[in-house]
């Protein structure tokens, strides 16, 4: 069993920046793919950016150039860079690893940190 935990959500005005940490309990290179996913409220939630155990990165259309996906395994962690962000960024935004390659489902999910984008 891995415990994932995000960290870094907050308050932040249109354009504005936040990096979004994932702390693992265990090793992280043995998953396939580690993926950032979010949540607004009255909506699916949607899969952001995905980092390959090689370090082949992906992200949906809407935050492409604006969103950097990185991991640093002797650390366990993973982190979602995010700049230039806009209020429809706003969203419960979660941390989660796959077994196997995309498409897939996660076998793990943290428990989410909240991120607004506001004046």
């Known amino acids: 069993q891995v415990q994932l935990v995000e960290s870094g959500g907050g308050l932040v005005q249109p354009g504005g920046s936040l990096t979004l940490s994932c702390v693992a309990s265990?090793?992280?290179?043995?998953?396939?793919?580690m993926g950032w996913y979010r949540q607004a409220p009255g909506r699916e939630r949607e899969l952001v950016a995905t980092?390959?155990?090689?370090?082949?990165?992906s992200y949906v259309d809407s935050v492409k150039g604006r969103f950097t996906f990185s991991r640093d395994n002797a650390k366990k962690t993973v982190y979602l860079q995010m700049n230039n962000l806009k209020p429809e960024d706003t969203a419960v935004y979660y941390c989660?690893?796959?077994?196997?390659?995309?498409?897939?489902?996660?076998?793990?999910w943290g428990q989410g940190t909240q991120v607004t984008v506001s004046n």
């Open positions: 989660a690893a796959h077994w196997q390659r995309m498409p897939s489902d996660p076998d793990y």
């Open positions: 980092i390959s155990n090689a370090g082949s990165t």
């Open positions: 265990g090793s992280i290179d043995s998953f396939d793919v």
